[in-house]
């Protein structure tokens, strides 16, 4: 079993223990609150939305899609080395933006959704901007942009933009008789269902996580994001490589171009070799495990890449382990050795 698989299956079984033990400290809870109804209340929660079906399930449907988006936006930064916690704050400012498309211009809903777009986009790229040009902590940015955009939405909808806001009901106009145009079609999911709120919003939303899964995985912008995430100074560092890199290859094609297959496929090793080190190198600067350090330098063979490209820089001692006792730790992670 490769070591990715071994890291897929506990990543599975983590998650599945997680949920067992917030179950069962739900269940001792509800034996506290109401020992007598507490196994029909967890059964409900165990069924969820199978309970009520089919307009359980369809509300769960409903109520997912914008938690699945929600959860993208976060798990999106994550990946590139940044915590989004400002998702509440940028959903908040995003409803506002579809609400204002809808019930004051009146547009379709599809514009509606751009609107929420970038609005939502907007709003969290302030704290990106902060981070950026003046490395403000991301956090405590976008954890206090959540409760500016919860208030300045509520002075817009209730005394600025009129028409939004009924007074009678509390509540923002209903989309079906203010702006019908503006309601994601269901596509007789609603039908099948039988609730007002399930439409094709789910699709949308499964897209969208497809989408962002490529972008990340499978592009060579998704490889400079994450990579930018690990190391802002070291990815700077790595494009540099590599255009010295691809400077010397030019050069000694030409210089060496009559020299035998064998002995030019030795000074392209030569290069690789040095490029890949320079860029370990300038990666860690703090400690990186092997798997970090592969994805940096574009390997997916983390046995090859280990045998190499680390244990060369080990042997020099260039590098050195943070568990050096312990070679094969799954908590193993690598530094540089700083020259004094």
Same mark, same amino acid.
């Given at each position: 079993?490769?070591?990715?698989? /071994?890291?897929v ?56 899609t914008?938690?699945i ?6 798990? &999106? ?17 995003? #409803?506002?933006?579809?609400?204002y ?8 809903w ?15 790229a ?9 490395? %403000?902590?991301? %956090?405590i ?19 600025? #933009? ?29 039908? %099948?269902? /039988? ?11 499964m ?7 490529? #972008? ?8 400079e ?7 802002k ?14 400077? &010397?290859? #030019? ?8 020299l ?5 496929? %030795? ?6 070799l040095?490029?890949?080190s ?6 860690c ?10 994805? &940096? ?13 680390i ?6 001692g ?19 050795v700083?020259?004094?």
């Open positions: 079993m490769s070591e990715k698989t /071994k890291d299956l506990l990543s599975i079984f983590a998650s599945l223990l997680c949920i067992v033990i917030g179950l069962l400290v739900g269940l001792i809870i509800l034996y506290c609150i109401n020992a007598e109804n507490a196994l029909d209340g967890f059964s409900r929660i165990i069924k969820g939305g199978f309970y009520l079906k089919p307009k359980g399930i369809g509300s769960e449907i409903a109520q997912a914008p938690l988006m929600t959860g993208l936006s976060v798990a &999106f930064a994550f990946k590139t080395g940044l915590f989004n916690i400002g998702a509440a704050g940028q959903y908040t400012l995003g #409803v506002f933006g579809a609400l498309f809808a019930l004051i211009l009146q547009m379709p599809y514009v509606c959704l751009l609107a929420a777009m970038v609005c939502g986009a907007i709003w969290g302030v704290p990106g901007i902060f981070k950026a040009y003046f490395n %403000v902590n991301e %956090v940015t976008s954890i206090m942009f959540n409760w500016i955009g919860l208030y300045l939405v509520n002075e817009l909808m209730y005394s600025t #933009v009129s028409g939004m806001y009924d007074q009678k009901t509390t509540r923002t106009y209903k989309l079906s008789s203010a702006a019908p145009q503006s309601l994601i079609p269901d596509c007789g999911m609603s039908a %099948v269902f /039988k609730t007002s709120s399930t439409t094709i919003a789910i699709f949308i939303a897209a969208i996580a497809i989408i962002m899964y490529v #972008v990340l995985n499978k592009t060579t912008f998704g490889y994001l994450k990579a930018c995430g690990f190391n100074d070291a990815a700077k560092y790595a494009a540099e490589f590599t255009s010295t890199a691809t400077d &010397f290859r #030019v050069i000694l094609k030409n210089v060496n171009y009559n035998e297959g064998d002995a030019h496929q %030795v000074i392209h090793q030569v290069i690789e040095s490029t890949v320079k860029q370990i190198l300038a990666f600067t703090t400690p990186k495990s092997k798997k970090e350090l592969a994805v &940096f330098c574009g390997f997916k063979d983390l046995r090859n890449f280990t045998l190499k490209h244990n060369p820089l080990l042997e020099s260039q590098l050195e382990m943070t568990i050096p006792d312990k070679p094969k730790s799954r908590n193993q992670k690598y530094i540089t700083r020259s004094e």
